[in-house]
């Protein structure tokens, strides 16, 4: 009832999302520590790949260097070819993995790779990231304040001898009762809605608990999909990994209907797929993000 209640609003963004994403075959819609909780990264094949990763990670919020491009703003990335030998799919590749890994606000505003040049042994010398805004960098310093500050309190209820699994539960809990469902939020598609305004829709909601859980050195992933295969509202929601598998996780369709109401149902928390995919259908621009999206344990989490 209430996932069905909520869904139609949802897909009125993520409509807008998976159109940005797809726009051509690699859009996408010093490294702190939670990349090494982050699945794409994990997906590459040796360390000068997932060490040019977090080299990237950490560049991408260069806003003052950024410029006009067309009728858009990019910023272009040097990479050092003597420490990175990759070539253009590669760096591709790792760029998609970040955003598709990665739900920081700079990152959340990145539409495209746009262009990847090489020297002349075929290794990625420069990326062009292209943005679809570019907020100042004090507002997202200003935000970041705020997101840092709520994410400190959800770290501080964190003691020892939690197991992997009071965690995640603790960060569905708290993203949950933070958060309002509805549009009234000036961006109710990212992690800004959440922490900042309070309101968001299943893509900001969804988005947030990924990015909580990467921080606290859990991997999870952000899924797009649809109640049915022939439905035509979007969605979204989590897989996230506990205790060496992965389960399934729907915080929207876990939420009150009662806007400031501290209930959280966990109905759709830790599912796996044989009841999970009952009314969840794993949309194909899930599965361009990584590739593949990692598959879920059968049976929910005991």
Same mark, same amino acid.
């Given at each position: 009832?209430?996932?069905?209640?909520?869904?139609?609003?949802?897909?009125?963004?993520?409509?807008?999302?998976?159109?940005?994403?797809?726009?051509?075959?690699?859009?996408?819609?010093?490294?702190?520590?939670?990349?090494?909780?982050?699945?794409?990264?994990?997906?590459?094949?040796?360390?000068?790949?997932?060490?040019?990763?977090?080299?990237?990670?950490?560049?991408?919020?260069?806003?003052?260097?950024?410029?006009?491009?067309?009728?858009?703003?990019?910023?272009?990335?040097?990479?050092?070819?003597?420490?990175?030998?990759?070539?253009?799919?590669?760096?591709?590749?790792?760029?998609?993995?970040?955003?598709?890994?990665?739900?920081?606000?700079?990152?959340?505003?990145?539409?495209?790779?746009?262009?990847?040049?090489?020297?002349?042994? #075929?290794? $990625?010398? /420069?990326?062009?990231?292209?943005? *679809?805004?570019?907020?100042?960098? =004090?507002?997202?310093?200003?935000? !970041? @304040?705020?997101?840092?500050?709520?994410?400190?309190?959800?770290?501080?209820?964190?003691?020892?001898?939690?197991?992997?699994?009071?965690?995640?539960?603790?960060?569905?809990?708290?993203?949950?009762?933070?958060?309002?469902?509805?549009?009234?939020?000036?961006?109710?598609?990212?992690?800004?809605?959440?922490?900042?305004?309070?309101?968001?829709?299943?893509? #900001?909601? $969804?988005? /947030?608990?990924?990015?909580?859980? *990467?921080?606290?050195?859990?991997? =999870?992933?952000?899924?797009?999909? !649809? @109640?049915?295969?022939?439905?035509?509202?979007?969605?979204?929601?989590?897989?996230?990994?506990?205790?060496?598998?992965?389960?399934?996780?729907?915080?929207?369709?876990?939420?009150?209907?009662?806007?400031?109401?501290?209930?959280?149902?966990?109905?759709?928390?830790?599912?796996?797929?044989?009841?999970?995919?009952?009314?969840?259908?794993?949309?194909?621009?899930?599965?361009?993000?990584?590739?593949?999206?990692?598959?879920?344990?059968?049976?929910?989490?005991?």
């Amino acid at each position: 009832m209430i996932g069905a209640f909520r869904r139609f609003i949802c897909s009125f963004l993520l409509i807008a999302f998976v159109s940005c994403t797809i726009m051509d075959d690699f859009d996408v819609s010093s490294a702190p520590p939670q990349v090494f909780s982050s699945y794409g990264r994990s997906l590459l094949q040796n360390q000068m790949q997932r060490d040019l990763y977090d080299y990237l990670y950490s560049a991408m919020p260069d806003y003052e260097n950024a410029y006009t491009c067309s009728t858009r703003i990019c910023i272009r990335i040097p990479v050092d070819t003597a420490k990175f030998q990759v070539d253009s799919d590669t760096a591709k590749l790792i760029a998609r993995y970040i955003v598709s890994d990665n739900f920081e606000l700079y990152t959340t505003y990145i539409s495209a790779v746009r262009e990847v040049s090489t020297n002349a042994l #075929g290794y $990625a010398d /420069a990326i062009v990231i292209q943005y *679809t805004k570019t907020p100042s960098f =004090s507002d997202v310093q200003d935000a !970041k @304040e705020i997101i840092d500050k709520k994410l400190a309190e959800i770290r501080s209820q964190i003691t020892i001898g939690m197991s992997e699994y009071d965690i995640v539960k603790l960060a569905y809990t708290e993203v949950i009762r933070m958060t309002d469902y509805g549009m009234s939020s000036s961006e109710p598609d990212n992690i800004y809605g959440v922490f900042v305004e309070g309101r968001a829709l299943c893509d #900001g909601i $969804a988005k /947030a608990l990924t990015y909580v859980l *990467t921080q606290l050195g859990i991997m =999870s992933v952000y899924i797009v999909g !649809k @109640e049915s295969e022939d439905d035509t509202a979007w969605h979204a929601w989590n897989k996230i990994k506990v205790d060496g598998a992965w389960y399934n996780a729907d915080p929207t369709w876990d939420m009150p209907l009662t806007p400031g109401s501290q209930t959280v149902f966990f109905d759709y928390f830790l599912k796996g797929d044989d009841e999970f995919l009952k009314d969840h259908y794993v949309a194909e621009i899930s599965q361009q993000r990584y590739n593949a999206v990692p598959e879920s344990s059968k049976t929910d989490y005991k």
